[in-house]
């Protein structure tokens, strides 16, 4: 098998933004159910990055703190936190908590909290943080999804046209084809002529295919192989859609991109968390911070963190 991409992260953030709506409408309904989805929401970036710098600095890019409106014209502020390569983590409650609470500090307003779990962990199911004593007690739930459960669901994956129907099922097959390079060719051929058949439209197409793309990877033999088979289907069904000049271009852009904006937004955290403290900064000093490499603007905003955001969270 090929080494798996550094980076999973980056692609969930992509389709998430994408085809927002759809995602909350697929892993939750009921939540979904109460938005006014004809008015515009808006991705809070920089309000998340306030509240979880260290998310930013390190390899939480898919989560997403997005303000909407409820049908009643209330705002809705929605916390989506997707645990792309998760692992049982005692303390997964408690950081899902600790959001909440810090948005709840910063901008006075309450978070619905949502987490995607893509692990491979049947067992670990954390859905809530409980504390309690004699005279305290506090228990905070959050909604929860697990990719794994939809295994036994594949017929129905397979009926629904929800766009997060195809990420799901390219997640589950990444999985199940760890050890199987044939079949993860096969699985990934089945689910991009998937597309065509049901009726995609070409943008809904490449839109998916990038993150199929990047998460189904394949070793340079097989991928030449699912290439060349993907290009007689096209010219069989006369929808030239995917290129391979657009295909290596989408992969290039990919991989440029997560590297030049994780860099980027590190550089424009550490600026805003030091102007914040001491108001407009030197011209030597924003100089100097651009010249930074990646890691030692990693360095530099992990230490401006613990002092520099909520102020109730100085020790945090």
């Known amino acids: 098998m090929p080494t798996p991409r550094s980076d999973q992260d980056s692609p969930w953030k992509d389709i998430l933004r994408q ?13 979904a159910a109460r938005i006014d989805w004809h008015r515009p929401y808006e991705f809070l970036d920089k309000e998340f ?17 997005v303000k909407l409106w409820l049908k009643r014209g209330q705002e809705l502020w929605l916390l989506v936190h ?13 950081r899902m908590l600790v959001y909440h609470l810090r948005i709840f500090d910063c901008f006075h307003s309450h ?11 049947a067992k670990w199911r954390p859905n809530q943080y409980h504390f309690g004593d004699p005279d305290t007690e506090l228990t905070f739930r959050f909604g929860m999804v697990k990719l794994l459960d939809y295994r036994d669901r594949w017929a129905e994956l397979e009926r629904d046209r929800n766009p997060f129907a195809v990420v799901v099922i390219a997640h589950l097959k990444t999985q199940e084809t760890q050890q199987d390079s044939q079949q993860r060719k096969e699985s990934k051929l089945r689910l991009i002529r998937r597309l065509y058949e049901q009726g995609y439209e070409r943008q809904d197409i490449l839109n998916l295919f990038r993150f199929i793309d990047w998460v189904m990877i394949l070793p340079k033999g097989l991928e030449r192989e699912f290439w060349q088979e993907l290009k007689v289907y096209e010219e069989e069904r006369q929808m030239p859609y995917i290129s391979s000049v657009e295909r290596m271009g989408i992969e290039q852009e990919i991989e440029q991109g997560i590297e030049q904006g994780i ?8 600026l805003r968390l030091l102007t914040r403290k001491v108001g407009t900064l030197p011209e030597s000093v924003t100089a100097q911070i651009n010249t930074l490499s990646r890691t030692q603007l990693e360095a530099l905003g992990k230490r401006c963190w613990t002092f520099l955001v909520c102020p109730s969270w100085k020790r945090g």
């Open 19 to 31: 085809y927002f709506q759809d995602a909350i409408a697929f892993f939750f309904p009921q939540t």
């Open 263 to 270: 860099e980027q937004g590190e550089r424009s955290l550490v």
């Open 49 to 65: 990055q306030q509240i979880a710098p260290e998310a930013a600095i390190g390899k939480r890019y898919a989560d997403q703190l």
């Open 111 to 121: 978070a619905t909290s949502l987490a995607i779990l893509c692990d491979g962990n």
């Open 82 to 94: 997707v645990e792309v390569q998760a692992k049982a983590e005692a303390r997964f409650a408690e």
